[in-house]
């Protein structure tokens, strides 16, 4: 069965996802080896490929933000956390191959997870984690 829409199409329409299969692949591998399910992360194609993973626990200098392992395509993996605008911020970025082992990504999490303090900071700006003092103004 044919359907004619009544005109022609002048581009061809890729419908080739195999990029996008082949990152799920790898962040489904990365969350299995943080010991993760995975209910908590996703990845996104468009405009660039990334990956978004909630991690359980804490940094040890931001005891009171959600912390999450993030993935873009042309800067690799950081471990970023939520500033008090729900905004993501990095805080530790893993140097070298953008897409290592599934293995070598869990260990470098880990590390961070639980050292004392993050040393591998790339974003040393954190106005955004302190909170604006109120001023009581009396009429």
Not at 11 to 26: G, N, T, W
Not at 80 to 102: H, M, Q
Request: with cysteine; hydrophobic share 45%.
């Amino acid at each position: 069965m044919t359907i004619d829409f009544g005109f022609d199409f002048p581009f061809d329409i890729d419908f080739d996802d195999s990029a996008a299969l082949e990152v799920q692949r790898y962040v489904r591998e990365v969350v299995s080896e943080l010991g993760l399910r995975g209910d908590s992360s996703c990845v996104e194609m468009t405009p660039r490929a990334s990956a978004y993973v909630a991690l359980d626990g804490r940094l040890h200098d931001f005891p009171d933000h959600y912390v999450a392992l993030v993935w873009h395509e042309q800067s690799g993996w950081s471990v970023a956390v939520e500033d008090r605008l729900g905004e993501l911020v990095d805080v530790a970025r893993l140097d070298g191959d953008l897409r290592p082992a599934p293995a070598a990504v869990a260990a470098w999490v880990d590390r961070v997870l639980h050292q004392e303090q993050v040393r591998e900071q790339v974003n040393r700006d954190f106005a955004a984690f302190v909170p604006v003092q109120r001023v009581n103004v009396l009429s």
